[in-house]
Nanobody, 127 residues
Framework: QVQLVESGGGLVQAGDSLRLSCAASERTLSMYAMGWFRQAPGEEREFVAA????????AYLDSVKGRFTMSRDSAKNTVYLQMNSLKPEDTAAYYCAATMTYDDDDYYDTAGPYKNWGQGTQVTVSS
């Protein structure tokens, strides 16, 4: 089991930016497909972004395309979610997820395949 710890959330105004970080306990994330999900109060958990183990393939929720960018730093065993032009509807708890795969091009845009989850970090965007 890989332990994931998110950070970087906070309270910002509409139009601001935040960068979320997800630090992993594993010595390397090179065999893990990674994802970001979010959950607003009273809502189901929602896919936000995903990345293949080699970083070559990514996927994004339509409403965040062009505003959010997922990246990974293998040397730091950390993945990031850069969020620009934030909107009030982006308000949610954001969760990092990871799952091991032997296919460097695998990524998953649903929660089911992910075996490891962080505790979440709250993002609140005021209008």
């Amino acid at each position: 089991q890989v332990q994931l710890v998110e950070s970087g959330g906070g309270l910002v105004q509409a139009g601001d930016s935040l960068r979320l970080s997800c630090a992993a306990s594993e010595r390397t994330l090179s065999m893990y497909a990674m994802g970001w999900f979010r959950q607003a109060p009273g809502e189901e958990r929602e896919f936000v972004a995903a990345m293949s183990p080699n970083g070559g393939r990514t996927a994004y929720l339509d409403s965040v395309k062009g505003r959010f960018t997922m990246s990974r730093d293998s040397a730091k065993n950390t993945v990031y979610l850069q969020m620009n032009s934030l909107k009030p509807e982006d308000t949610a708890a954001y969760y990092c997820a990871a799952t091991m795969t032997y296919d460097d091009d695998d990524y998953y845009d649903t929660a089911g395949p992910y075996k490891n989850w962080g505790q979440g970090t709250q993002v609140t965007v005021s209008s």
